[in-house]
């Protein structure tokens, strides 16, 4: 048999609660209503929806969630049918950026951990490496994601989204390199996407925007 179309790729999702500073975080509510949304919406023949999760917005004192997150993507694809199997399994980290008029892709991590005020679990580190055994505070890791032309295409469809390289070095940054890490061990994909309040973006331009961005990784798998 021939290969159809695209390969069948399975994107599990993750936003954050509540934190210092951001009352109503909008990637609670977008990871929440996802699911709902794409079955409304249809979903692409090739792209299955996994995991939605809302984590906490704390760095060290989450780690044990965020692996048992992260390993459960690879379980489903030990564990499912083959042709889910031989799929692509892709992970996208959804954080709010209160200042933001615009999407950003995030195309790096960087293993430092400097928080300008405590998580939700009261964790302030400063110039603290994320995984010390990756050496200094100064290394990065990369999406192997084509994160520029996510960028053009989401642009023609008629976004207003920018690549980035500066993922911050508070909670985002800390979930982005551990994921990152993950991937590279476990030959998965990592993206973080920085999205506005919905005060400057609102909700349903927002909604419209992932599933574009699932639908773009879908088709161009």
Known sequence: MGSEGPSVVTVHVTGFKK??????NPTEKIVTNLKSF??????PKNLVLGSCTVLE???QGALGTLQKVL????ADRE??????????????HFGVNSGATRFALENQAVNEATFRCPDELGWKPQRVPIVPSDGSISRTRETTLPVNDLTKTLRKIGYDVVPSDDAGRFVCNYVYYHSL?????????SLFVHVPL????????QMHFVASLLEVLASSN
């Open 19 to 24: 934190f210092h500073g951001v009352a109503e």
């Open 71 to 74: 390993e459960s993507a690879i």
């Open 198 to 205: 919905f005060l400057t973006i609102d909700e349903e331009v």
């Open 79 to 92: 564990n499912g049918s083959s042709a889910q199997g031989q799929g692509q399994v892709i992970w996208i």
């Open 57 to 59: 917005t704390a760095g």
């Open 38 to 43: 794409m079955e409304k919406r249809g979903l």
């Open 181 to 189: 890490r993950f991937a590279e061990q476990h030959g998965i994909k």
